[in-house]
């Protein structure tokens, strides 16, 4: 199973500010949802708390919410209590990959079993409070890389790119 990391993320690596998102990128939440459609999702609890009702579960993926709150419930979503939790209901449902959403504390806990990276890197540096943790891109080989603008709609220039994991054995 491919165990991805997508994630939005500004210069600086912000992720989030006061629990929501610094920016309003459409084109990147289409890109999210296009990607991670028919796939297991890993959220924290707060990321979960953070979707609005109306997107609660998130459609056409199996949630996978990771807490500590031993009687937390999520309709619709796969309540566990560790990365390794999660990351065993996703094999148990025969996942091919699934996608680790955030927020700052799962990446960091998913980031070291992880093959693959999906991160729109935005081209500004973002005031927040919560960010991606640091990669060492000489683990990674960038496999591709999409450009898209600023424009009407979208207030900073940005980039879809995927990185995948290198074999570090020689």
Request: aromatic residues 10%; charged residues 25%.
């Amino acid at each position: 199973m491919i165990i991805s990391l997508i994630a939005a993320l500004a210069k600086n690596r912000v992720i989030g500010k006061n629990n929501d998102l610094p920016w309003r990128l459409p084109d990147d939440m289409k890109y999210f949802m296009e990607t991670t459609k028919g796939h297991c999702v890993i959220m924290g609890r707060k990321n979960y708390d953070s979707l609005p009702h109306k997107f609660r579960p998130l459609a056409n993926r199996t949630n996978i919410v990771v807490t500590r709150q031993q009687n937390f419930e999520a309709a619709g979503c796969i309540v566990v209590h560790s990365i390794e939790d999660a990351l065993n209901v996703a094999r148990q449902q025969k996942e091919v990959e699934v996608f680790v959403m955030g927020g700052a504390e799962i990446y960091s806990q998913a980031l070291p079993v992880a093959n693959r990276l999906y991160l729109t890197e935005i081209d500004a540096e973002i005031d927040g409070d919560t960010f991606f943790p640091a990669v060492n891109h000489k683990d990674y080989k960038e496999i591709s890389r999409i450009n898209h603008n600023a424009d009407e709609k979208h207030r900073f220039a940005f980039d879809f790119v995927v990185y995948e994991k290198q074999n570090q054995l020689l």
